[in-house]
């Protein structure tokens, strides 16, 4: 029997390839169990705008500089989260002149499912990889990884 062609080197092309794959396999499994849990119309880049929002709450504008977006393309983004009921704009404690946005309950309960399943998802993952495997691969990628790996313009870098 011939070796296995996974234990062979791929070309460098591959590891970024199978990493997207990987990512999509996770978030496309998210998503599907949170539509079965009463939240169809979420899209994996509400996630992001709906993190970029935080507990805290943020005006359009910063929540397009979170985003890598423009003022008005952040409004848009949330006049579709206003839309599905995940956020609300209320006065500024601030600045009566602004706009700040918050999550909704529904927002809340949406983020709190998401990292139920995250978590449940992982663990799947780590019973299919071993636990072990798993904790050496997300060890390694935060080596590699440069220390800002936590940025919400994602969704942007794709050109969406």
Known sequence: MGADPADEAQPGFMLPLLLFAGFRAFIDEVHAELARQGHPDLRPAHGFALQAVGGAGVTAGELGRRLGVSKQAAGKTVDRLAGLGYVERVDDPVDARRKHVRLTARGHDVLARSAAVMESVRARWADALGGERL?????????VVPGDHFRLDASTWFGA
Do not use: A, F, M, Y
């Open 135 to 143: 904790r050496d691969l997300e060890r390694g990628l935060r080596t």
